[in-house]
């Protein structure tokens, strides 16, 4: 699985857009990106993946560039409750296991 | 649709002993994945089960084993137990194996302090 690379933390204030990049600029043409979070002392949550396409669910929107070499992960309005570590992974569809790297620790500040 | 479910979520056990944790994955699902969380390892991949064969095993020392039920529930098991073993056991479970697109649904974990 490619590498990624993240910030180790970022602010953001509540109801702004938090956007968490990611650099995965070894990633091969079938691995996916995928965004977890994991709020303090829970288990990690699926967010969305992609392939080559913006993706959008309720949760997030994703944004991959066209080279596929970093993405970004955009919550389109924060809430206290989404502060929480961003494991962005890239990984083949359906692999295991998901090797999680430091994530990048957002707080969201009222 | 319940989820993932992990017991216990809380254990003390002393250096030496061994301890079981028990997974109950998501209904439907038949794969379970188990991972060790700690401070200075972050999150780390120990081993994968399907249709009650481990697929999958991560760089841990033998002391640490699972198994699978035909039910799909799984337990592992870690044997002489260490102070650093004390770390956030997570369980995952997705409906099937690598091959095609699966998200992985964590449960909240068992954590084991060793003392």
């Known amino acids: 699985d490619a590498k990624t690379t993240q910030p180790t933390s970022m602010d953001c204030a509540e109801g702004r857009a938090a956007n968490l990049p990611c650099n995965h600029s070894?990633?091969?043409?079938?691995?996916?990106v995928y965004w977890y979070r994991q709020i303090h002392s829970q288990g990690p949550q699926y967010i969305i993946h992609?392939?080559?396409n913006n993706e959008t669910n309720e949760m997030a929107s994703l944004i991959i560039t066209e080279d596929r070499k970093s993405s970004t992960l955009i919550l389109p309005h924060a809430t206290l409750r989404d502060t929480a570590v961003y494991y962005c992974?890239?990984?083949?569809?359906?692999?295991?296991?998901?090797?999680f790297g430091k994530g990048t620790r957002l707080s969201v500040i009222a | 649709k319940a989820g993932v479910t992990q017991t216990p979520r809380y254990l003390i056990k002393t250096r030496g002993q061994q301890v079981t944790l028990s997974c109950s994955p998501i209904?439907?699902?038949?794969?379970v994945s188990w991972y060790q969380q700690t401070p200075g390892q972050g999150l780390q991949f120990l081993f994968e089960?399907?249709?009650?064969?481990?697929?999958n095993k991560g760089n841990f020392p033998g002391r640490f084993s699972g198994r699978q039920f035909s039910n799909s529930r799984s337990e592992m098991n870690v044997s002489t137990l260490e102070l650093g073993d004390s770390a956030l056991y997570l369980c995952?479970?997705?409906?099937?194996?690598?091959?095609?697109?699966?998200?992985?649904?964590f449960g909240p974990g068992t954590r084991l302090t060793v003392t």
């Open positions: 995952a479970s997705k409906p099937g194996l690598a091959g095609a697109h699966y998200e992985q649904y």
């Open positions: 070894t990633i091969s043409g079938n691995e996916y």
């Open positions: 992609g392939l080559k």
């Open positions: 992974i890239a990984t083949r569809s359906g692999n295991t296991p998901l090797v």
């Open positions: 209904s439907g699902h038949r794969s």
């Open positions: 089960y399907f249709s009650e064969t481990q697929r």
